[in-house]
């Protein structure tokens, strides 16, 4: 089997192993997501409305011109209050459920670790710095956040609200909505290109900070005897 089919495999399995965690949590997830659809449908419905107030409002001279002052008064009046009063409520509460669900995962998964760091055997703690065990319960952990925001959360929201996106510039002209989504193939492979190699560099970032925490670990517990032998400019 080749390098890249086992890292594959790996990859996969350490998803399935983080879904485990994911799962008590995917009615809260599944309800971020469907707060998000409606705060983001919002604004999408306003070049439906400007095409309403244009077609119907200030082009049409059949309607009198006290009436269509009154309509546009009130689809003012209903507009601000969606956006000044029904918008930002929505926006706290998905906001509120994203990190919530995500600080639970997170306490579950470091629950998880912990317990398994205290099973192993004294020889894995001789032959490891101290901060690099710490770096890999608090930094390796917290960046795992990202999957359940951004992956579990924000990438289905985005997809969902491209399609409504394409579906309302559909209604308002279809050739210049395939004009306008013409560049999303080539959008979608510069970013797996480019996930591909930041994935790779965050690892190397991992990594670099667990020995760095090491290091730090080790000379701040022996500062004793780094003062008492005026090691500072070697260790600096």
Do not use: C
Not at 161 to 171: F, K, Q
Not at 185 to 200: D, I, M, N, T
């Amino acid at each position: 089997m080749s390098k890249a089919k086992q890292k594959q495999l790996k990859k996969k399995g350490s998803i399935r192993r983080y879904m485990e965690f994911v799962k008590p949590y995917k009615k809260q997830i599944l309800l971020t997501v469907f707060v998000g659809i409606i705060k983001f449908s919002i604004p999408l419905g306003l070049p439906l409305l400007y095409k309403y107030i244009i077609d119907n409002l200030l082009d049409n001279q059949t309607v009198p011109l006290a009436e269509r002052s009154k309509e546009l008064a009130y689809l003012i009046g209903a507009g601000f209050f969606v956006f000044l009063v029904i918008k930002p409520p929505l926006e706290y509460i998905r906001q509120y459920l994203a990190q919530w669900s995500a600080s639970k995962i997170l306490f579950d998964v470091r629950n998880r670790l912990f317990d398994h760091v205290q099973k192993l055997s004294l020889r894995f703690y001789s032959n490891t710095k101290t901060g690099e065990v710490i770096s890999r319960i608090i930094n390796d952990v917290e960046q795992t956040k990202d999957f359940v925001v951004t992956g579990l959360m924000n990438l289905w929201l985005d997809m969902i609200t491209i399609l409504i996106a394409i579906a309302i510039m559909w209604t308002i002209d279809p050739k210049l909505t395939l004009v306008a989504i013409i560049p999303l193939p080539f959008y979608a492979l510069a970013v797996k290109f480019f996930y591909g190699r930041l994935r790779s560099l965050t690892r190397d970032r991992s990594a670099a900070l667990a020995e760095l925490q090491g290091h730090l670990t080790e000379r701040v517990n022996g500062m004793a005897v780094i003062r008492s032998f005026a090691l500072e400019p070697h260790e600096n």
